[in-house]
């Protein structure tokens, strides 16, 4: 058995996380789920969402996967359950995971649009606190690494959270790769965001930042089908990564530590040796905003992360073998689940085994300061969870009052990871987007 430390996984958080923890005077407005129409939304403030079939295919065959939105009873309950969840890894031979959010989005972002922020900063320490709380302990000791979201709006109360969230015990900060399309100050501020680095740096916090965690993925035409988005995809986190590479924060937080999860390896050697020739050939003109080279810097303050990626793993050498980490990304369409075992096998073919050590699990419990589950606690002949027979502990509420705005399109449309209303305003009755008649 190959023991895997995935730093990429995904809860599809349980429709009670907030509704259990918020004030009480937070309650109607804070994130909680209604059936509708034959339909489970996830309803806040004026908002209502609906959770992407693609966000929970782990268990269903692929001829069945879809786009369409799913209900709690359409997915096996290691998607949103902690313990059926610890059933499902250790069938799989994965002895640690740090899991990202899906209704905060996977930078943690939802709650900055909110129009309440003493209700969204309440909702950041909620979604917190079930993390720390109830995940976590959801499962054997080492299983569940602990990360948290901040809020972003303002970095001083952001800070604030983290350190709070440290002391009971987070290991890691899920953090957006690109804050402009959100409308936050860019990573080229030389101050806004120094709060949120400088508590990750001082607890030696690594920032995990998941491809399109900023709200935007590259967008290759309009026409062309789903798959050449997701296919596309990996190019968001190169773009994130050179963003940051050049925008001082690692010569100001030399002891950052920076994940670029579910962007993918094979692309870093080429676009590390093109930064350094631009940077050399431009910096004239152009300015040198680094002391260290951009090759430098990756070596020095970032890691990658990478799943079925055997021909990018051919290139440890040039990436570094100790730069380099595995992922499941349970329960999303990329997830090797229920053939993990089989698939890195696959992956690790022909690796020399010292690579093998490091990049399956050895080099992510020394980044996260984290030490795996015992492999004896490992059940790779026994059967992951189904959905049979099983009844969630939490109950949803039936919604009657329709939820929008009389000036906005309320049509449902994917957006990133969830389905939401459009949002466009209005013209004479009609959606600019061509949503309404």
Not at 317 to 324: A, L, S, V
Not at 352 to 367: I, T
Not at 378 to 384: I, K, L, N, Q
Request: with cysteine; aromatic share 10%.
């Amino acid at each position: 058995m190959i023991p895997i430390f995935s730093v990429d996984d995904h809860v599809v958080e349980p429709a009670d996380v907030w509704t259990s923890r918020v004030p009480a005077k937070f309650r109607d407005r804070a994130p909680h789920v209604v059936e509708d129409g034959g339909r489970e939304y996830w309803q806040y403030e004026d908002t209502r969402i609906l959770t992407m079939g693609l966000n929970a295919v782990a268990g269903k065959p692929r001829e069945s996967w879809s786009m369409e939105p799913t209900r709690f009873a359409d997915m096996i309950p290691g998607c949103y359950d902690p313990a059926e969840r610890a059933r499902d890894l250790l069938t799989q031979g994965v002895l640690a995971s740090v899991s990202f959010p899906t209704l905060p989005r996977f930078g943690g972002l939802l709650f900055n649009g909110f129009a309440d922020k003493e209700l969204a900063h309440a909702c950041v320490m909620a979604w917190n606190d079930f993390i720390l709380d109830e995940w976590c302990p959801g499962g054997p000791d080492g299983l569940f690494v602990p990360m948290v979201i901040t809020s972003v709006w303002d970095p001083e109360l952001g800070a604030t959270e983290i350190r709070r969230c440290i002391d009971k015990g987070a290991k890691a900060l899920c953090f957006t790769e690109n804050p402009i399309p959100e409308g936050l100050p860019s990573f080229h501020d030389p101050e806004h965001w120094n709060p949120i680095w400088r508590v990750c740096e001082e607890a030696g916090l690594p920032v995990c930042m998941h491809i399109g965690s900023s709200g935007w993925v590259p967008m290759i035409d309009p026409a062309a089908p789903f798959s050449a988005t997701i296919a596309g995809a990996t190019a968001g986190g190169m773009l994130a990564c050179v963003n940051l590479l050049l925008s001082g924060v690692c010569e100001r937080f030399p002891e950052i530590k920076v994940v670029w999860s579910e962007a993918g390896i094979g692309w870093i050697p080429s676009t590390l040796e093109r930064c350094d020739r631009q940077i050399e050939r431009h910096q004239h003109w152009a300015g040198k905003p680094e002391a260290l080279t951009p090759s430098e810097l990756f070596r020095r303050n970032m890691w990658s992360c990478m799943v079925e990626e055997p021909q990018g793993l051919q290139l440890w050498e040039w990436i570094g073998e100790d730069k380099i980490l595995a992922e499941t990304d349970y329960p999303h369409a990329d997830t090797p689940f229920p053939h993990t075992q089989k698939a890195y096998a696959e992956v690790f073919a022909g690796i020399p085994e010292r690579v093998v050590e490091k990049v399956s699990h050895g080099n992510a419990e020394r980044l996260f300061d984290w030490t795996m589950a015992d492999a004896s606690l490992a059940r790779p002949d026994e059967s992951w969870s189904a959905p049979t027979d099983y009844q969630p502990r939490f109950t949803i509420e039936h919604g009657e009052a329709p939820v929008g705005r009389a000036d906005r399109c309320n049509a449902m449309v994917q957006k990133g990871a969830l389905i939401e209303a459009c949002g466009a305003a209005l013209e004479g009755g009609r959606c600019p987007e061509g949503h309404h008649g």
